[in-house]
Structure formats: C-alpha cells, structure tokens
C-alpha cells in the first residue's frame, strides 16, 4: 500500500518559515520525481516545486522560485519544502506526490500518488 504522509504545517506569520516534510512508503522512492502542490481556498492546484529521482534537477513555480526549497532523502524516503519569506497568499493545504518520469517535459507527469495534506496559514 503506497502511503504519502506529509507532516509541518501550521501557522505563521509574514516573512516567518516553515519546513514541510513527506514521509513515502510503499514504492520505489527513488524511481520517481517527487512534487509539492498546493490548493488555497477557492483556487486551483497549483504545482509548486518538482526534484527529479536523483535531485539532480528542481523545478520551482513562479510564485515561490527564491523563497521555497525542495530536497529529498532517497536512503530515508522524505521529501522536504523549506518554505521562507512565507506571505498570506501561501495559505493553503500543501500535498507531497510522487510523478513517473518519461514526460517531454520532465516534471509535468501527472501525479501517480499523492498525500492527505498539511495545512499552511500565514497572516499579516
């Protein structure tokens, strides 16, 4: 049973950080390119940040690109975001998931698996 287990969420002021981690089990971790989405109220999935199997590539959205950080610990199966400089317009439920390779575009696969989500709140 694959299981994606995203854990350090919570709430914090602007300009505060915080630090996402993704526990995966029940899959070849290192054979796929491993994601952090977001969904805020009222909008749409958006896909932050993708590292590729062997965390030789990174992706980053517009939106987070010099403020957020993606990595990964293959031997231990975590994915981490290092969120810093955190606005209100980051409020949202943050989801770890894991992409196949093989996509024209490295890291636009869809999703194979996904997680449950942490919940990101930042006030002003």
């Known amino acids: 049973q694959v299981q994606l287990v995203e854990s350090g969420g919570g709430l914090v002021q602007t300009g505060g950080s915080l630090r996402l981690s993704c526990v995966v089990s029940?899959?070849?971790?290192?054979?796929?390119?491993m994601a952090w989405f977001r969904q805020g109220p009222g909008k749409e999935r958006e896909r932050l940040s993708v590292?590729?199997?062997?965390?030789?590539?990174?992706y980053y959205a517009d939106s987070v690109k010099g403020r957020f950080t993606i990595s990964r610990d293959n031997t231990g199966n975590m994915l981490y975001l290092q969120m810093n400089s955190l606005i209100p317009e980051d409020t949202a439920m943050y989801y770890c998931?894991?992409?196949?390779?093989?996509?024209?575009?490295?890291?636009?696969?869809?999703?194979?698996?996904g997680g449950q989500g942490t919940q990101v709140t930042v006030s002003s």
């Open positions: 029940g899959l070849t971790f290192g054979a796929y390119h």
């Open positions: 590292i590729s199997t062997s965390s030789q590539l990174t």
């Open positions: 998931a894991a992409q196949p390779a093989g996509c024209s575009t490295w890291y636009t696969c869809n999703p194979a698996y």
